[in-house]
């Protein structure tokens, strides 16, 4: 049986997205077994491992019905993807059944098509936006994971993500528990003990905790995602295949994200 996670922040640019990805090949490199769902139509996590998203079946199919969870399913040298890309926008729109926000979760635990005992982790990538997409992610979810910036607006914003699972506890999914709120992109010269407390307030007002792991900003996530790689195995390829210079900075990010899978993999849940 998966644990699954929805990665969600209705804010845009906190690493929603680079840390479904680092997140998911970190467990990989761990043996895990990982799926990825690309559940915002900007289909940024499909880009970033390469994953083919236009003349293949994607998540508006799966959520459609046209097409089941497995068929939709990429193999990536980073991990497993369920696709996405632009046409997704329009499943907000286009499903009016009762139950609409229980499509995903149906999908996954389809006792014939669905891939949720198939995998350790499935880490739903959500998009910036609290509406059907986000919901079905939090439906489909055991747990979720709150990626926020080191800053003041968006720890504010978090309270209204909060509402969201709070009423997706409320209607359909009352076993839904926030796993933690990671710190990414922070800048450790200006932190920001004050955003760091700010952060440890809002949690704890949500019964949550905050990831000992903080993800500092560096620029090699970005070179990493610009030739479509996972930053473990690019950092390899730099140093070792092209006996290129990694700045200690570098280093220290790297660090951090695999200080994160581990603290991840051994942060105690209840099953
Ligand atoms: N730790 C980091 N250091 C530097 N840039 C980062 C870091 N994490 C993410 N980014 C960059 O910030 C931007 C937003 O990240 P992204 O994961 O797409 O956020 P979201 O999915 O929440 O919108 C991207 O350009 C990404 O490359
Ligand atoms: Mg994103």
Request: aromatic share 6%; hydrophobic share 40%.
């Given at each position: ?18 840390t ?54 990429q ?18 729109q ?23 005992e ?26 979720l ?11 504010s ?30 800048e ?9 407390e ?10 949550a ?32 295949t092209?006996?290129?210079?990694v ?8 660090n ?14 209840e099953?």
């Open positions: 049986m998966s644990a699954i996670f929805a990665l969600a922040n209705q804010k845009g640019g906190v690493a929603k997205t680079t479904t990805g680092t997140l998911a090949a970190g467990l990989k490199k761990q043996g895990f077994s990982v799926l990825t769902i690309d559940c915002d139509p900007q289909g940024n996590l499909s880009m970033s491992v390469a994953a083919e998203n236009q003349d293949s079946a994607t998540m508006y199919e799966v959520m459609k019905g046209t097409v089941s969870a497995r068929e939709a399913i193999h990536t040298p980073s991990c497993d993807i369920i696709p996405a890309n632009t046409i997704l926008a329009g499943i907000e286009e499903l009016h059944n009762v139950g609409k926000e229980m499509t995903l979760r149906e999908k996954l635990r389809d006792e014939q098509t669905g891939v949720a198939e995998y350790d982790y499935i880490l739903i990538d959500c998009p910036p936006s609290l509406g059907l997409l986000t919901v079905n992610a939090l439906t489909a979810a055991d747990y994971l709150i990626p926020t910036m080191a800053e003041t607006f968006a720890a914003g978090i309270t209204q993500l909060y509402d969201t699972y709070k009423s997706v506890k409320k209607y359909t999914n009352p076993a839904l528990r926030i796993d933690g709120v990671l710190l990414t992109r922070t450790r010269t200006r932190v920001t003990k004050t955003i760091q700010l952060t440890e307030k809002i949690a704890d007002y949500m019964g905790d905050v990831y000992r792991t903080t993800i500092r900003s560096n620029v090699i996530i970005k070179e990493a995602q610009a030739v479509q790689e996972n930053v473990f195995d690019y950092i390899e390829s730099k140093a070792q092209k006996g290129e210079r700045s200690e900075a570098s280093r220290n990010f790297v951090d994200c695999l200080n994160f899978v581990k603290e991840f993999v051994e942060k105690e849940r099953q």
